[in-house]
Structures are given as C-alpha cells and as structure tokens.
C-alpha cells in the first residue's frame, strides 16, 4: 500500500520561504513522476509542480510557480520536495503530493492514483 505524507507547511510572510516535504512508502518511488497540487477554500485543486521519474531531469511548473518554486526528488530517501520562495498571500493552500500513474508528467489530477493528506501553508501580507 502506497501512503505519503507531507510535512513543512506552516505561516510565512509574504517574501518569505518554505519547504515541503513529502515522504513516500510502499511501491517503488523512483518508477512513478511525481507532482505537487495545492487547493485554496472554495477553488479546485490545481496543479503546481511535478517531475519525472528516476532521475527526474525533466520538471513541469504552474506559470504561478515558475521561477519561485524548485521541485525535486530523492530517490534514496523515497522523498519529493518542493522549495517554495518569494511567497505571495495567494499561495496561501492546502498542498497535496501526488504519485502519477506514469513515468512521465501530467498536470492533471486524473492523472495521479495517491495522493498525500495534505499539508497547510499560510502566507501573510
């Protein structure tokens, strides 16, 4: 059984930073792309960031990610992260890991069979 669980979220301040944690177990990590979704109150769950398998050299961002956000993968720790910087109120979610079903990645939530429980981050102005 596939089970993830995202740590890191919490407050920050408007230009601040923080960084996500996403512990996979169960499954073989470094054979799936891997994504982070996030959901703000009342709006759908989006795609923010995701990355391929093994050695995930190829990255996909969200235009609102891009340039602040860094996802990356540890294949030995079976970990995925996401650096988030330059933090803005409108990031203010909740963010989601997700394994895809394929090796490649897909911005769609369709796309990926499990998904982590979630983890808070709220930014303030």
């Known amino acids: 059984q596939v089970q993830l669980v995202e740590s890191g979220g919490g407050l920050a301040q408007a230009g601040g930073s923080l960084r996500l944690s996403c512990a996979a177990s169960?499954?073989?990590?470094?054979?799936?792309?891997m994504g982070w979704f996030r959901q703000a109150p009342e709006k759908e769950r989006e795609f923010v960031a995701g990355i391929n398998w093994r050695s995930g050299s190829s990255t996909n961002y969200a235009d609102s990610a891009k340039g602040r956000f860094t996802i990356s993968r540890d294949n030995v720790k079976n970990t995925l992260y996401l650096q988030m910087n330059s933090l803005k109120p409108e990031d203010t979610a909740v963010y989601y890991c997700a394994r895809a079903r394929f090796t490649w990645v897909d911005t769609h939530t369709r796309a990926y069979d499990y998904w982590g429980q979630g983890t808070q981050v709220t930014v303030s102005s």
């Open positions: 169960g499954g073989t990590f470094s054979s799936y792309a």
